[in-house]
């Protein structure tokens, strides 16, 4: 238990990290709409501020909020308290890192790719808004809290996306990333309270220890699921994440890439003692990420915008973390040994070691797309490009890297992450491994058709042919990604004495799957011929031509796939046009009948006939008066005498 | 033939009668206003009556605050019909019916 990290308590560490971002945003807010130029630098120090205060507490090895709560009170509902509280375990302290760095690079490179935006301070004061509500995520110590900081990622997103809101596809993209969310996090906010009903408790670790008792939970955990689903775009909500490409290239590496909808697999992890118990929810979730995997790797093949294939390619990596998490480990805990706290069934460890090598080579790639749109003057259609190598050489040799840490070269970070996927798949569950290995196949052969299309041949079209590398702020990043997307991996080989992690994360890293002997042969052998089968098909198949060859030499196939890529969106819009508008409909005419027709009308008609009643008393003739004033007395009369009671 | 209270209550009766069917009946707001007076002077009447065959002075009383009331409205009422009279020109009730809807 380490005390101080330089000097001060761990804790006010974690505080000033989570609040200042939210210190940025406001004074970006409030002060500084009109200076665009200081509000960048205000936002990027703040992500260097978060970036070394996160890993400063990561790796000085300061644990906290596990066994005791470091929590306050926010608010009394009766006998319900809330409590808003810091919960830092290894989980936490690696997705700090992942967020920080990432985060910082994102910013770093946004100074140059933004540059010349108009509403630059509305860009930067979203993303300090981002990172405020990304780490309230990961350090939140229960649901509740998790909840709202959930919402808050999601508002952020939703203001990131839109940011060129004078454009329609924008402004759509953006209200459906909204929607999609709340229905996945309706379903969310349900799980938090069956939950609550259900243990008294929406406290991670006590959820930990009622959990560890054996309860069988499948409803809550698929409810919470549910709220992974919408943030993690899983099918059948992934709607929202190829149109989301509609914001900032920036925005789409560090949000739609590599960290927020890596929170749906964080929460996970995180609930990860209620899973254990709860087999089928578990299997649930393996089919709905391997269904996903395979799903969007289909769908990137015939993508021809660039940043929809990296979008598509998040999908597809986000399903293989979802199915890993769901496959559950290879030794079975025996039934005894439940009582300890630290029991783990669910495939935490290969989730979260994707989800860590997945932020650093998906952010490596989506920041070389930026720095390819930027070269190409906001050219995003990859036909257009081609020829890049030799324009952009930094961008070419680092999208190498990333590209092939996707496709799993050996020695790269993706290798070890995604092998260990496959060799929990082909212990756990055949027909799942098998998908799996046909998505990596995909992820090999759309991967190599962009970065063949993008970079190799000749260039076609003028933009390719005066593209231009960016500044040092653009280039920078890309250098300390594609580093990352080099070692990340190198967790756990030889024995970790490579693993830039240290020893830091052994509570998941100790989780990582790892192949021995046989075994190992195998899923080496698997995965190089997965890789090469992929990666050579791609690269004899497509010419650096500006048509999609596929779509000459198949068009069927290519046709298939492109009503594979559009038919959820189909049957979205198929449903909100036969089901939902004409029961909108439905119900606005029961409104206009009962509510506004029979109670708002009709007591306005009611009190209009009275009134309509009483001016025909007033004639304006004094007798008339007169005659009223006699009835009232004779009334009054018969009242005082007793003749009416 | 002797005077009792039956004979001060039915002329009080018989002048409120007057007064009241006259506030009813006529036009002239000035006649109304002098029915008026008349229905306050004959519950005057029916008081003194009750006074003097009571032997107390509590209807006494009253009337002087009756009396002292009614003086006070009629220079009141009296301006108003003046002034009516100098705005409309007329003073028939069933010319004044600007309350009308």
Same mark, same amino acid.
């Given at each position: 238990?380490?005390?101080?990290?330089?000097?001060?308590?761990?804790?006010?560490?974690?505080?000033?990290?989570?609040?200042?971002?939210?210190?940025?945003?406001?004074?970006?807010?409030?002060?500084?709409?009109?200076?665009?130029?200081?509000?960048?630098?205000?936002?990027?120090?703040?992500?260097?501020?978060?970036?070394?205060?996160?890993?400063?507490?990561?790796?000085?090895?300061?644990?906290?909020?596990?066994?005791?709560?470091?929590?306050?009170?926010?608010?009394?509902?009766?006998?319900?308290?809330?409590?808003?509280?810091?919960?830092?375990?290894?989980?936490?302290?690696?997705?700090?890192?992942?967020?920080?760095?990432?985060?910082?690079?994102?910013?770093?490179?946004?100074?140059?790719?933004?540059?010349?935006?108009?509403?630059?301070?509305?860009?930067?004061?979203?993303?300090?808004?981002?990172?405020?509500?990304?780490?309230?995520?990961?350090?939140?110590?229960?649901?509740?809290?998790?909840?709202?900081?959930?919402?808050?990622?999601?508002?952020?997103?939703?203001?990131?996306?839109?940011?060129?809101?004078?454009?329609?596809?924008?402004?759509?993209?953006?209200?459906?990333?909204?929607?999609?969310?709340?229905?996945?996090?309706?379903?969310?906010?349900?799980?938090?309270?069956?939950?609550?009903?259900?243990?008294?408790?929406?406290?991670?670790?006590?959820?930990?220890?009622?959990?560890?008792?054996?309860?069988?939970?499948?409803?809550?955990?698929?409810?919470?699921?549910?709220?992974?689903?919408?943030?993690?775009?899983?099918?059948?909500?992934?709607?929202?994440?190829?149109?989301?490409?509609?914001?900032?290239?920036?925005?789409?590496?560090?949000?739609?890439?590599?960290?927020?909808?890596?929170?749906?697999?964080?929460?996970?992890?995180?609930?990860?003692?209620?899973?254990?118990?709860?087999?089928?929810?578990?299997?649930?979730?393996?089919?709905?990420?391997?269904?996903?995997?395979?799903?969007?790797?289909?769908?990137?093949?015939?993508?021809?915008?660039?940043?929809?294939?990296?979008?598509?390619?998040?999908?597809?990596?986000?399903?293989?973390?979802?199915?890993?998490?769901?496959?559950?480990?290879?030794?079975?805990?025996?039934?005894?040994?439940?009582?300890?706290?630290?029991?783990?069934?669910?495939?935490?460890?290969?989730?979260?070691?994707?989800?860590?090598?997945?932020?650093?080579?998906?952010?490596?790639?989506?920041?070389?797309?930026?720095?390819?749109?930027?070269?190409?003057?906001?050219?995003?259609?990859?036909?257009?490009?081609?020829?890049?190598?030799?324009?952009?050489?930094?961008?070419?040799?680092?999208?190498?890297?990333?590209?092939?840490?996707?496709?799993?070269?050996?020695?790269?970070?993706?290798?070890?992450?995604?092998?260990?996927?496959?060799?929990?798949?082909?212990?756990?569950?055949?027909?799942?491994?098998?998908?799996?290995?046909?998505?990596?196949?995909?992820?090999?052969?759309?991967?190599?058709?962009?970065?063949?299309?993008?970079?190799?041949?000749?260039?076609?079209?003028?933009?390719?042919?005066?593209?231009?590398?960016?500044?040092?702020?653009?280039?920078?990043?890309?250098?300390?990604?594609?580093?990352?997307?080099?070692?990340?991996?190198?967790?756990?080989?030889?024995?970790?004495?490579?693993?830039?992690?240290?020893?830091?994360?052994?509570?998941?890293?100790?989780?990582?799957?790892?192949?021995?002997?046989?075994?190992?042969?195998?899923?080496?052998?698997?995965?190089?011929?997965?890789?090469?089968?992929?990666?050579?098909?791609?690269?004899?198949?497509?010419?650096?031509?500006?048509?999609?060859?596929?779509?000459?030499?198949?068009?069927?196939?290519?046709?298939?796939?492109?009503?594979?890529?559009?038919?959820?969106?189909?049957?979205?819009?198929?449903?909100?046009?036969?089901?939902?508008?004409?029961?909108?409909?439905?119900?606005?005419?029961?409104?206009?009948?009962?509510?506004?027709?029979?109670?708002?009308?009709?007591?306005?008609?009611?009190?209009?006939?009275?009134?309509?009643?009483?001016?025909?008393?007033?004639?304006?003739?004094?007798?008339?008066?007169?005659?009223?004033?006699?009835?009232?007395?004779?009334?009054?009369?018969?009242?005082?005498?007793?003749?009416?009671? | 033939?002797?005077?009792?209270?039956?004979?001060?209550?039915?002329?009080?009766?018989?002048?409120?009668?007057?007064?009241?069917?006259?506030?009813?009946?006529?036009?002239?707001?000035?006649?109304?206003?002098?029915?008026?007076?008349?229905?306050?002077? &004959?519950?005057? @009447? =029916? %008081?003194?009556?009750?006074?003097?065959?009571? #032997?107390?002075?509590?209807? /006494?009383?009253?009337?002087?605050?009756?009396?002292?009331?009614?003086?006070?409205?009629?220079?009141?009422?009296? &301006?108003?019909? @003046? =002034? %009516?009279?100098?705005?409309?020109?007329?003073? #028939?009730?069933?010319?004044? /019916?600007?309350?009308?809807?």
């Amino acid at each position: 238990m380490i005390n101080s990290v330089f000097g001060y308590s761990p804790l006010l560490i974690a505080l000033v990290t989570l609040l200042t971002p939210l210190a940025s945003a406001v004074v970006i807010a409030l002060f500084l709409r009109r200076a665009g130029g200081i509000a960048s630098l205000v936002s990027t120090l703040t992500a260097a501020v978060v970036a070394a205060g996160g890993l400063s507490l990561a790796f000085s090895g300061a644990r906290f909020g596990v066994n005791e709560l470091q929590q306050a009170e926010w608010l009394h509902l009766g006998s319900f308290t809330l409590s808003l509280g810091i919960k830092f375990d290894d989980l936490s302290a690696l997705m700090i890192s992942i967020v920080g760095v990432v985060g910082l690079c994102v910013h770093v490179f946004s100074l140059g790719y933004m540059h010349d935006d108009e509403a630059k301070a509305r860009y930067f004061g979203g993303l300090s808004i981002f990172m405020f509500s990304m780490l309230g995520i990961v350090l939140a110590d229960n649901l509740f809290m998790i909840f709202i900081f959930w919402e808050l990622v999601g508002f952020s997103s939703y203001v990131l996306i839109n940011h060129y809101h004078q454009k329609q596809s924008a402004a759509d993209a953006s209200k459906k990333a909204f929607i999609a969310n709340r229905v996945g996090d309706f379903g969310f906010l349900l799980g938090i309270i069956a939950c609550y009903y259900a243990f008294g408790t929406v406290n991670l670790t006590e959820i930990g220890t009622v959990a560890a008792g054996g309860v069988s939970a499948n409803v809550i955990a698929l409810l919470l699921f549910c709220g992974a689903v919408g943030k993690s775009a899983q099918v059948p909500l992934h709607v929202w994440l190829p149109d989301a490409m509609e914001g900032p290239t920036p925005v789409s590496a560090l949000i739609h890439a590599a960290t927020m909808v890596a929170a749906g697999i964080f929460m996970l992890c995180r609930i990860e003692p209620l899973f254990a118990a709860s087999p089928i929810a578990l299997d649930v979730v393996t089919w709905i990420g391997a269904a996903t995997a395979l799903y969007a790797a289909l769908c990137a093949i015939t993508q021809s915008d660039i940043k929809k294939v990296l979008a598509y390619s998040t999908l597809s990596q986000l399903g293989y973390m979802v199915a890993a998490f769901g496959l559950g480990r290879l030794d079975v805990v025996p039934e005894g040994a439940s009582g300890s706290l630290t029991f783990i069934t669910a495939g935490a460890g290969a989730a979260m070691f994707h989800l860590t090598t997945h932020a650093f080579f998906k952010a490596l790639m989506f920041l070389g797309s930026g720095s390819v749109i930027h070269g190409c003057h906001h050219e995003q259609n990859i036909f257009k490009m081609g020829g890049l190598w030799k324009k952009m050489p930094l961008t070419f040799i680092t999208f190498t890297l990333g590209v092939l840490a996707i496709i799993g070269m050996p020695g790269l970070a993706g290798f070890f992450s995604k092998d260990a996927i496959l060799y929990l798949a082909m212990e756990n569950n055949t027909p799942v491994f098998v998908i799996l290995a046909i998505s990596a196949v995909l992820t090999a052969f759309y991967m190599v058709r962009l970065w063949k299309l993008v970079f190799i041949g000749a260039p076609r079209s003028d933009e390719a042919s005066h593209a231009h590398e960016g500044g040092i702020s653009m280039t920078l990043p890309l250098i300390v990604l594609a580093v990352l997307s080099v070692v990340g991996g190198w967790a756990t080989i030889f024995g970790g004495k490579l693993s830039i992690y240290g020893d830091k994360f052994a509570q998941i890293f100790s989780q990582i799957p790892e192949a021995h002997g046989a075994d190992h042969m195998t899923i080496l052998i698997v995965s190089i011929i997965v890789m090469t089968l992929g990666a050579g098909a791609a690269l004899l198949f497509y010419k650096s031509e500006s048509t999609d060859t596929l779509a000459a030499k198949a068009p069927t196939a290519f046709c298939s796939l492109n009503c594979l890529q559009g038919s959820f969106d189909t049957i979205y819009n198929g449903y909100v046009a036969k089901v939902q508008q004409p029961f909108a409909k439905a119900l606005d005419l029961t409104e206009r009948i009962l509510i506004s027709g029979l109670i708002i009308r009709g007591l306005a008609g009611v009190t209009g006939l009275v009134g309509l009643g009483a001016r025909a008393l007033h004639t304006g003739s004094l007798h008339t008066y007169v005659y009223w004033f006699l009835g009232g007395a004779a009334i009054l009369w018969a009242f005082a005498g007793g003749w009416i009671n | 033939m002797t005077v009792g209270i039956n004979e001060y209550l039915y002329l009080s009766a018989i002048l409120f009668a007057i007064g009241f069917f006259g506030v009813l009946l006529r036009k002239n707001t000035l006649v109304i206003y002098m029915c008026l007076e008349l229905m306050l002077v &004959a519950s005057t @009447v =029916a %008081l003194v009556a009750f006074s003097h065959f009571n #032997q107390t002075m509590d209807g /006494n009383v009253f009337v002087f605050f009756i009396l002292t009331v009614a003086a006070a409205e009629v220079a009141v009422g009296l &301006a108003i019909i @003046v =002034a %009516l009279f100098r705005r409309r020109q007329t003073i #028939q009730v069933e010319e004044l /019916n600007a309350l009308k809807n």
